[in-house]
């Protein structure tokens, strides 16, 4: 993570974002995502299943996570996707910035969509496992219920801003656990 955050870093000193879209609002939306991510990977915590679910894995996986700096469901999605690669030393963890792998994003639309964040997660052949993102189910039943309703878009991040500090990552967590439960 830490290269992802130094990347991150290093762009806003030069007033840029990921991607090509280095706009003031895309810019503003990193810098809130950096304190997002931060406030996550500091104070967030993995549910007690994750972590003996997570150290029972057996054989080597990867988990590729596509992401954007300015995407506010990655924020707080990506840091708990981290500490639950870290708790077993067979799942090597890595992240792709979306735009940049566009021909790896488009195997895994959502709705037609590029939504990320999206986790991948392969066997040591590289074979798919399971494919996550790019928010918990239940967040992601509000949003298109937001959306529906023709809500303005300002409105509805701050109405995914309060699902998801209300949900800590379990929601996350708990969803993935029973994904890895399927194949394992």
């Not at 299943?49 to 990506?78: F, M, N, R, Y």
């Not at 037609?112 to 590289?126: A, N, Q, T, W, Y």
Request: charged share 25%.
């Amino acid at each position: 993570m830490e290269n992802y955050t130094n990347l991150i870093n290093t762009l806003l000193s030069e007033d840029k974002t990921t991607g090509d879209n280095h706009s003031e609002a895309m810019i503003h939306y990193t810098k809130m995502n950096v304190k997002r991510l931060n406030r996550w990977m500091s104070k967030g915590v993995l549910i007690p299943e994750a972590v003996s679910i997570l150290k029972e894995i057996k054989e080597p996986q990867q988990w590729i996570v596509l992401t954007e700096a300015w995407c506010g469901d990655a924020a707080h999605a990506l840091g708990f996707l981290w500490k639950m690669a870290n708790q077993n030393e067979l799942i090597k963890f890595e992240w792709k910035l979306r735009d940049e792998n566009l021909e790896l994003m488009d195997q895994y639309l959502t709705n037609g969509g590029r939504s990320i964040p999206k986790l991948i997660v392969r066997d040591k052949e590289g074979n798919d496992l399971f494919d996550w993102g790019p928010r918990p189910s239940q967040i992601q039943a509000a949003y298109l219920r937001m959306r529906e309703n023709q809500m303005p878009y300002s409105e509805i991040s701050v109405e995914l801003q309060k699902l998801y500090n209300a949900d800590k990552g379990v929601s996350t967590q708990k969803e993935i656990l029973a994904l890895i439960e399927n194949v394992t």
